[in-house]
């Protein structure tokens, strides 16, 4: 009976306003029916989002990437268009493993890999869990490696454990996510200011009960367990980009995560917030484009 609370996202009705839908796929894997785009020319470039969003985080720096590389584009799972996977799959592990599934499915190994806050988590773990093949660049933006700030860090993963205990609050949530000014406050406090084409993705995400259901379950596993130690090991190049006005993950973090990663090159982004590959999404392209270009020291 509750799943019919929890439909997924209409793909029939949304793919007409969804960015770059006519590249989109779904795959099945053991646990997972994922949402995959991939289009442009060149080497394999995996684009991992951050958590709350979708595919469409992509959609002003996917003109320039596609020119210089074939993007494969995923929609994380229990986000958007991807199906919500097992409580025991939810966690960065299981979603990892489901993450190298469908890479295999794909037959697809990445020569570079971009990931967005939580994306970036994905990322590393994808990398360190994978040394048996050939290491990709890492574009890490504005990564949440390590233990959120202050209370953050153990309310977070508690607070969504709470909220799922009653199988209704994500439809309780969405119906709350119909108020435009929670929409607004919300993506205000990631320090980022979007356009209203790019705020209008985020009310249609918010707004879903089966998106929210998605995001409260990785919420509620969230622990990153030895990543933060291990971010030491790992091999191939990593750039990352950090917003100094980023009101969600600390620019110290960044520089600390640079500190610990050998080969790191650190570029900080000036006066933008949690999302400015949506906020500057040519600038932060380029610098990508222009990073991978250079060759190996």
Partial sequence: MLESFYLPMPWDTLKAQWPYAQHSQFIHTTDVRWHVQMFGEG????LLHGL????HTWRGMAPFLSKHYRLIAVDTPGHAFSSIPSKANASFAGITKSLRELLETLHIWPSAVVGHSAGACLAAKL????PNLPTPSLVALNPAWLPLPGLANWMFPVSAKLIALNPMSAWLFAKHMSKELVIQKILSSTGSQLREDDVFFYRILMQSPAHLKGVLQMMSHWDLGQLPEQLSQLKGR??????????????????TSHQIINQSQLQPLSDLGHLAHEEKPQACAEQILSWLATPTK
């Fill in 238 to 255: 990593v750039l990352i980009q950090a917003s100094t006005h980023d009101l969600t993950i600390p620019f110290g973090h960044a520089v």
């Fill in 52 to 55: 709350g969003s979708s595919t």
């Fill in 127 to 130: 990398l360190l869990n994978t």
């Fill in 43 to 46: 080497p394999p470039l995996l």
